[in-house]
């Protein structure tokens, strides 16, 4: 399989409007040759370098149709979309999408397409539950990585208005 995005290259710096101290919107994201048998995607994205040296889950998107091809940029921050795609709980506690807000520097965000031989019921919105019940159903992954960095953004946040950043600490 092959993930792609129309706003930024594998290795590249992600858009601003993709941060979540401006617009906050998901990246679009496209891709191709899906193994036989594929019943369902997902998707999630994660901040290989967040806090206390485990991953900082951005997104998990997952039951979406077998003959999808693309999520659409700026998706609704619901648990389930219109046409039954599910979204889970992400590490701002959160439904959908949070964008990057690295506290400092620059930082990889991974995201990992998965086709699923099946839809999948999580035991719950977690990361945890979501990522487990994909790993017994994936049957093919892709992935496509994008940077973000902290300094690149303080000068659009005075643009805003903005004089610092947001901070955020997992607990648990």
Same mark, same amino acid.
């Not at 960095?149 to 648990?172: E, I, Q, Y």
């Given at each position: ?11 590249? $710096?992600?858009? %601003? ?14 891709? &191709? ?5 594929? #019943?369902?995607? &997902?998707? *999630? ?35 389930r979309l219109e046409d039954g795609t599910e979204q889970g709980l992400n590490d701002y506690l959160e439904y959908g999408w949070s964008g990057p807000?690295?506290?400092?520097? *620059?930082?990889?965000? *991974? ?8 839809? $999948? ?11 487990? &019940? ?7 992954? &892709? ?15 005075? *643009? ?7 901070? %955020? #600490?997992?607990?648990?």
């Open positions: 399989m092959i993930l792609t995005s129309q706003g930024f290259a594998d290795g590249s $710096i992600m858009p %601003f409007d993709c941060g979540y101290e401006s617009m906050n919107r998901s990246p679009a994201l496209s891709w &191709a040759d899906a193994p036989i048998g594929t #019943r369902s995607f &997902a998707v *999630v994205c994660q901040d290989r370098n967040g806090p206390d040296a485990r991953p900082w889950t951005h997104w998990l998107i997952w039951n979406i149709g077998p003959t999808e091809t693309r999520l659409s940029p700026g998706l609704p921050q619901y648990p807000c690295p506290p400092i520097g *620059v930082h990889e965000y *991974v995201f990992t397409l998965y086709a699923l031989g099946e839809a $999948i019921r999580p035991a719950g919105p977690t990361g945890r539950a979501v990522i487990a &019940a994909l790993s017994a159903a994936a049957i093919g992954t &892709a992935r496509l990585s994008g940077l973000y960095d902290s300094d690149g953004a303080k000068p659009a946040l005075a *643009v805003l208005g903005m004089d610092a950043r947001a901070t %955020f #600490r997992r607990t648990a």
